[in-house]
């Protein structure tokens, strides 16, 4: 971004939602735009070529999934952060949500300041994403993952996994604050040609813990799971 404003829109069909985040958005000096329907959102995001987009799930003529799924199937939005806004009880939603390409969610009712919180959280993840591409190694906290060697270091402690919890990890970190979902696990990490048992992925989960430590990798309920630092 390059010290320009980011650039945001707001897809949601509540007027009041719109107008509480566009002003609050703009107040710590990000450029925005507004869509009050997916299609509108759609056609905007092409124009507008937003740095981060935020979306409501329900919404009247197209619904935000559909939107994430036809921007995630044009490559020139491979690098836009796609961030719902979904009911609390709404957890297949959430899933479809993650599943279509979304980066993150975030429950109603939306407080202000924790959706400010986010988002800026989301970008400078982004950021620190694009610079990471193409090096050999990721540093996150206080682990660096080396992906020659296959193998994640602590400080002078070398820290051995198996492949498959390594390629785990390497997953999560990637995109660290991300929720992936079970199923994106399973499609990345194992593939789609292979079956694999439905606790496979709780207990890779289990040995990377035994190994890491309890606090990088945190369990979202009846989702899936996302790395903290």
């Not at 988002?119 to 990471?132: D, I, S, Y």
Request: proline share 3%; hydrophobic share 40%.
């Amino acid at each position: 971004m390059n010290g320009t404003p980011a650039k945001i829109l707001l897809v949601d069909d509540e007027p009041d939602i719109l107008e509480i985040l566009e002003f609050n958005l703009r107040k710590e000096g990000f450029e925005v735009e507004t869509a009050s329907n997916g299609e509108e959102g759609l056609a905007k995001a092409r124009e507008f070529r937003p740095d981060l987009i935020v979306l409501d799930i329900m919404m009247p003529i197209m619904d935000g999934v559909e939107v994430c799924r036809q921007l995630r199937s044009d490559n020139s939005f491979d690098n836009t952060v796609i961030t719902f806004l979904t009911a609390r009880e709404e957890d297949y939603s959430q899933i479809a949500a993650l599943d279509t390409g979304g980066d993150d969610y975030i429950t109603k009712p939306i407080r202000p300041r924790v959706l400010i919180s986010r988002v800026k959280a989301l970008l400078r993840r982004n950021v620190r994403q694009e610079e990471e591409e193409g090096d050999s190694s990721i540093a996150i906290g206080d682990l660096e993952i080396d992906l020659e060697q296959i193998l994640v270091r602590r400080g002078d402690e070398r820290i051995e996994l198996a492949k498959k919890e390594f390629d785990l990890l390497t997953l999560l970190a990637t995109k660290p604050g991300k929720v992936f979902s079970r199923e994106e696990i399973f499609n990345k990490v194992w593939g789609t040609d292979v079956i694999v048992g439905n606790r496979t992925i709780d207990v890779h989960i289990r040995k990377l813990r035994e190994k890491l430590g309890d606090h990088y990798i945190k369990t979202i309920k009846g989702i899936g799971y996302k790395f903290e630092f």
